[in-house]
């Protein structure tokens, strides 16, 4: 199913871009802006948001410890715990994402703007590492990032490369793509590559049909994006992987974020843990 970018409502992106993730967060709680949230709180790390009932939530936690690549675990909440202290002040996970997915038995019943009509006392909620994390280091290391530029969601595809199944959690390889300069091709790899909490280094460079992907103008979540005679499509691994996996497991329930409208944390995207090791 196709995901297409909500843009802008009540609030100028201009004006967000100079919000700091806190400012960005009330922003979008008070309803005033349900877009995507790629290029916004530079600096800030931003997760992708897989909300299951409690009875699910230990076999979707060996599913992302088994594929961290697309699944890097950041943090996880306690059954029907609202609040996320670990990710940032004041943060109401019922209401902080821009854009929310309602699935039952793995199909879309809904998209709310916010949660608080659907909250039950047994719902757990993981954060994962998300590629607009490394979007910022690839824009400040003079990279082109084209879907920053052009205010859409970046290109997501299921691939033919599968995960590694933990209980009923299983299924392809989700990628997000972006068209990379030749001759910046290698540095993306490397910039990218220091940040293994947002999926790191690229998976795949080259041929979309060597991962399985049959054409780069019909992404399965996104907006496509032409690549030029002088580009390279880059395939990173992404988080919308869950989703797949979701579609597999069939859970009763499940929510998620709207791909590309992420939940932006305080936590500092270079170094989230607080650990000052710099890359791995």
Not at 85 to 96: C, F, K, T, V, Y
Not at 118 to 124: A, E, N, P, T, Y
Not at 231 to 252: H, I, N, S
């Amino acid at each position: 199913m196709q995901q297409h970018a909500q843009q802008p409502s009540m609030t100028a992106q201009s004006a967000l871009s100079a919000l700091t993730a806190a400012q960005l967060r009330a922003e979008i709680r008070a309803g005033r802006y349900r877009g995507h949230t790629a290029g916004l709180a530079a600096g800030r790390l931003q997760v992708n948001l897989v909300i299951l009932p409690e009875r699910y939530a230990d076999d979707f936690a060996a599913f992302v410890a088994a594929n961290p690549k697309p699944c890097p675990l950041i943090a996880r909440t306690a059954p029907g715990q609202t609040d996320w202290p670990a990710l940032g002040a004041e943060i109401d996970i019922r209401s902080d994402v821009p854009g929310y997915n309602l699935y039952e038995a793995s199909q879309l019943t809904a998209s709310p703007a916010r949660l608080d009509g659907v909250w039950r006392d047994d719902l757990v909620s993981f954060a994962l590492g998300c590629s607009f994390t490394f979007e910022h280091a690839l824009v400040r290391a003079g990279i082109p990032v084209r879907n920053i530029e052009r205010d859409i969601t970046v290109p997501m595809f299921r691939t033919g490369i599968e995960t590694q199944p933990a209980g009923p959690f299983g299924g392809p390889m989700v990628v997000s793509m972006r068209p990379i300069p030749k001759p910046l091709v290698d540095r993306a790899v490397e910039v990218s590559g220091r940040f293994p909490w947002a999926h790191g280094a690229p998976v795949h460079v080259g041929d979309p049909a060597e991962i399985g992907i049959r054409s780069l103008a019909a992404p399965d979540w996104g907006d496509a994006l032409a690549v030029g005679p002088d580009e390279v499509p880059v395939f990173w691994a992404c988080g919308v992987t869950p989703q797949a996996a979701l579609d597999r497991a069939r859970p009763d329930l499940c929510i998620t974020h709207r791909p590309g409208h992420m939940l932006v944390t305080d936590l500092d995207q270079d170094d989230p843990f607080g650990t000052q090791t710099g890359a791995a």
